[in-house]
Each structure stands twice: as structure tokens, then as C-alpha cells.
């Protein structure tokens, strides 16, 4: 890996001391970051460095996944951090920020090689961009990346005028846009799904009858109440990570079946039938949670919630139904739904085959599994399910196990998506044509919401939602599968199998 400078706006915020110090450091540990290397924090609180350091020290200590945290190489680490105060709008900051940067690297014998993390709020992301132009931050001599967590707009209009200010100062090449669902190692291995087995493989060459994506939490708003009653969950969650699932699994599980392996997720969501939002109602279900259990415990009511406004309308469920009209999903409906205080955490895709016998072909126990289950969090699993003929509904289904991780070796999201982007590698990072395309399909759905044509339905939390999601698969024959995986073998969720997929 090339020697670089990870520079890090927002070095005193949260995101940085939970994810991002803990990943540097396991990168460290595994040397996964580059011989020459430093950090500079950026924030307007003056610290010095050695405030810096004894934060970032504290973070490790308390977010780290490692527990014996060793002092020795606790401290080689820490010495790569150097802390730049710095405000946003502020020319000459930048200008200060260049100097160090530059006398770092010359002590280092380095190239300017930077990439700029912009764990920041989105409000400060045209100016900083701006001003890392302006500074010349971003030396013709090295390479340039810019880092960035969503929300990457709030509808289309907002997120083109955003990718048209980033791009005045990156190249699309040089924008890294993070949505971390795209680093869970469940949906990494998505990637990798051609490489399975061809005994296991063949058992999917079979009709899908439907393609389910939830992502369900059982916490209501927590401290983000300002936020997420501006967002709610079609901005929160739908418009990105949903998004993303969708395309993720209509990308690669064609791939493993030998249709197409060469298409782009970008190729998914054009072919995605744009809803009008005169109809969106008929697609889309919207809810809002009352008061209800959780746990065993009553809990409040989203507009009883600190934070939020006691007449608000905003959704904290949505449910969809999509079509994306290419020879190989064509007639196969995708069913996505989101929202919080539910049933159950769970992120997870379920493929339903549709009938077929084909119990030759059988992994185990000489039944044919009608369901490819892809546990995203908090298990990370893929299995395949037999539910029994006869009671789809209330049979127990067997599972056998695909891909089932030794959970500790398995790497948090941000570990793998830093590293990526020290590499250079877009894999698994956000495309811009993907976000214009995202909004594109959910822009009507905004104005439709705007304009009251979808009812804002109630829930209770603890629910699995308003009882119209149900409907929504109902009307096709089909119904969401909410089984916890059961794995075969006395084995519990997590503990490792033997797996199938190629290494
Ligand atoms: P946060 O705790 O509020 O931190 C905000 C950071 O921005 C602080 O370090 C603050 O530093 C800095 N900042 C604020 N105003 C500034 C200014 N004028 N000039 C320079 N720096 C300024 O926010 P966060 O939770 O870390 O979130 C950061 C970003 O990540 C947000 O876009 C958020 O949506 C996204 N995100 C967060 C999470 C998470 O788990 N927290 C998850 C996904 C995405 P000073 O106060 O020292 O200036």
C-alpha cells in the first residue's frame, strides 16, 4: 500500500471515537495500513496532540473489538496521530493545515498522497471540499480521495447540487461515498457468490417467486430526534442501504445462477420500473409507530418521543414493492421494508424459490430448500431453508447452513471500507449515477408522501408493522418470512460450519 495521510474532519465527534480510531487501529494490528503513515484530527476544539492521542487512546480502549489492548503497540500507533485545529469556514486554516501536513510529509519522505474523511456533518461538505481546492490540499504530485457519509442529498435536486459542487474539486474516481451496510462481510460475500460451489449453486438454478429485503430495529429515534423527524425512514434507511441491498442482490445472485455476471448494480436500478406518484399508494406502504412492547417493556409512542414534534407525520416504517424489468428479475417482485421499534433486529435477504421438485438435486436430507437466506446483522449467515409442502406458514423450515463465519475473525464494516479506500479500490463504495438513480425512483415517492397520496399508517412498537405490509405481499401470494434461522446439526446461530463457498 502507498504511503498516505488520512486526514480527518470531525476528529472530535462520534463516529470517529466508536468506528473509525477502532478500525485504524485493527488495520494497524493486522498491517493492513501503509509503512509511512499518519493521521491528522481536525476539529475546532483546541487540543493539542496529546489531547488527541489520550482520546483516540480512550476510544480504542473502550470500542475496540480487540481486548487485550498491549501498551507497546498501542503507542507505536498513536504516534502517527497529529491534531490541527480547525474551523470549516475558515481560509487560513486550511492554509495552516497544508504547512503541517507538508513538513510531516517531508520528515517522512512521503509523497502527497491524502485522503480527506469527512466525518462531519453534510452541511460543511461543498465548503470543505471547496477549500481543499482552494489551499491546494490536494497536491498534483500525489493522489486525492475524498471520503464521505451519507446523507448524500435529502431529495434529487439537493444531492445533483451537491455532486455538482464535490465535483468541481474531486474527480468521480477520487469520491469515496461510504454506506456501511456495504461492508458487512454477509453482503461482501455477495460478491463472491459465483465462486460458491456448483452443488450448492445448481439448487438455486430454479424460478424465484420473490426477493425480500428487511432491515428492522427494535430502538426508536434515541438521540437523533432532530434528525430523523426531517428524515424518517424513507431518507434514513430506504433511499441508501435498501437501495443498496437491492442492487447488491440483483446484481450478483444472476451471476451465481450464469446469467449475466458482468452487470453493473448501476444496470439494476435503471431497470427498476420508476413508480408515478399518482400510484405510489398502491406500492408503497408508510407508517409511524404508536406505544406498544418491546421486550416484555411498554414503550412510548414516536410522537410521544423526546425531540419530536407531537403532530408530526414523519414515517418510521416503510414497505415497497419493485419490479426491475430485465430478462432475468422480470415478473419476480422485490419486497423491501424498514422501520423501527419492530418485532426484531434483524437486516436480512430472503430469495423464495418458487415449486419445483427437485429433490435429486438435494443438499441434505433429500429435500430441496425453497429459501437462500442472507442474515446481515446482528447474525451474519447464509443458509438455504426447506419449509415443509402443506403449511408453509406455520412449518418449522430446516435449515442448512452456506456460509456460516467464525464471528470473531470477522471484520467490522469500517475496517473494510477504510482500507478499501487506502487502496483505491470503488468496489464497495457508492457510485454517484447509483445515488442520482436511487432518488430518481424515490423522489416521486417524497412528493406523493408530501401531498398526502400514501396514508401514514399506525403501528404498534413490537410489531412487525402496519398490517398493509402484509397485504402488499398478500395480494401476489406471498407473505413475509420472519423464521430465525434454525441451523441443523445441534449447532446454534454463529458457530462455524464447515462451509461451501470456494476460499
Ligand atoms: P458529531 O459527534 O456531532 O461530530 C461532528 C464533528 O464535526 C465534530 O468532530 C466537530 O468538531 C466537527 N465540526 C462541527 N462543526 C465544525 C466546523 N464548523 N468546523 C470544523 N469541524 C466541525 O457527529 P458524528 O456522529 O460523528 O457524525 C459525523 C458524520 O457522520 C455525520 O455526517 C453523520 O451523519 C455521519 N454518520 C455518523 C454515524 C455515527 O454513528 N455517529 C453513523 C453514520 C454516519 P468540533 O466540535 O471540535 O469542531
Redesign the pocket.
Known sequence: MEASTFIL???????????IYPALYTLFLDNKLPDSFSVFG????E?SDETFRANVERSIREFSRHEAIQDEQLNEFLEAFRFCI????RKDDYVKLLRMVESREEALGAPPNRLFY?????E?FETIAFQIRESGLGSANGWKRLVI???FGHDLPSARELNRKLSEAFEESEIFR?D?YLGKPIVQRLEELREIDSSVRELWNRPIANVQITASETVGVEERAG?YDQAGAVRDMFQNHMLQLLMMVATHLPGAVGVSSERSKKQAMESLRPLHKQEAGAFVIRGQYGEGTISGKPVAGYTSEPGIAPQSANDTFIAAKLRIEDDFWSGVPFYIRTGKRMKRKSTRIVVEFGETDLSGLSAAAGKAPNLLVFEIGPNDAITMQHVPTGSPQTGKPETIPVYIPDRGSLPEAYESLIYDALLGDPTFFVRWDEVELSWQWVQPVLEAFEQQLIPLRPYAAGSNGPDASDALLAEEGHHWWDNEPELQNGSKEGESYACHVNH
Open positions: 474532519f470531525g476528529a472530535t465527534g462520534d463516529l470517529a471515537k466508536r468506528k481536525l476539529g475546532r476544539r487540543w480547525l474551523d470549516a469556514g469527512l466525518s462531519v456533518g453534510p460543511f457519509e451519507k446523507p461510504i456501511h434528525y
